[in-house]
T-cell receptor, first 114, second 115 residues
Framework: IAGITQAPTSQILAAGRRMTLRCTQDMRHNAMYWYRQDLGLGLRLIHY???????GKGEVPDGYSVSRANTDDFPLTLASAVPSQTSVYFC?????????????FGSGTRLTVV | AQSVTQLDSQVPVFEEAPVELRCNYSSSVSVYLFWYVQYPNQGLQLLLKYLSGSTLVKGINGFEAEFNKSQTSFHLRKPSVHISDTAEYFC?????????????FGTGTKLQVIP
């Protein structure tokens, strides 16, 4: 593979359940991001990580958590899903300190919370 | 704080006609500007970027954009569109403040190419 792999591609989840969205990159980028995309709102940053072992909050972090145990993986966890978390989730990465190149995005996870 | 405004949510255009997708930004510091394209059921792909230098930037698939600092704009253009250009286009701004390097996306413009 080359790029970012997200899993699952889609999921229907009962409210109150716990869910982890997986994201793996093979480009050795130091920075990784989770965005949610909602109609009319564009992309909003949930959490980010500038390097392995560090994470930070984005615009809409409530109800989500992340970890960055190594360079390649950046899972996003919904501890107790609610219907407002129905969205398309995109993982992205880029190499900081290299002329501010743009992101590489995964293909997304479509999550429906019922 | 930085922000991005994409003035048109949808732009219909006939095949082989020219198109301009508008983007205006605000930022208190030096900026980097990007256009991304999203095809149905796919992630975003980088179309082009402005980092510094020439204000006219050429990207993939025949697209180009012009950075206009006085008008705080970064409009995307293509002289002749194809059916395959039907997609959603996102403008984004990244400031050069260190550490987090916040990126803000616009709400997107859906380009519909009509045969």
């Amino acid at each position: 593979i080359a790029g970012i792999t997200q899993a699952p591609t889609s999921q229907i989840l009962a409210a109150g359940r716990r869910m982890t969205l997986r994201c793996t990159q093979d480009m050795r980028h130091n920075a990784m991001y989770w965005y949610r995309q909602d109609l009319g709102l564009g992309l909003r940053l949930i959490h980010y990580s500038n390097t392995a072992g560090t994470t930070g909050k984005g615009e809409v972090p409530d109800g989500y958590s992340v970890s960055r145990a190594n360079t390649d993986d950046f899972p996003l966890t919904l501890a107790s899903a609610v219907p407002s978390q129905t969205s398309v989730y995109f993982c992205a990465s880029r190499e900081l300190g290299q002329g501010n190149y743009g992101y590489t995005f995964g293909s997304g996870t479509r999550l429906t919370v019922v | 704080a930085q922000s991005v405004t994409q003035l048109d949510s949808q732009v219909p255009v006939f095949e082989e006609a020219p198109v301009e997708l508008r983007c205006n930004y605000s930022s208190s510091v030096s900026v980097y500007l990007f256009w991304y394209v999203q095809y149905p059921n796919q992630g975003l792909q980088l179309l082009l970027k402005y980092l510094s230098g020439s204000t006219l930037v050429k990207g993939i698939n025949g697209f180009e954009a012009e950075f206009n600092k006085s008008q705080t704009s970064f409009h995307l253009r293509k002289p002749s569109v194809h059916i395959s250009d039907t997609a959603e286009y996102f403008c984004a701004v990244s400031d050069s403040a260190g550490g987090y390097q916040k990126v803000t996306f616009g709400t997107g413009t859906k380009l519909q190419v009509i045969p």
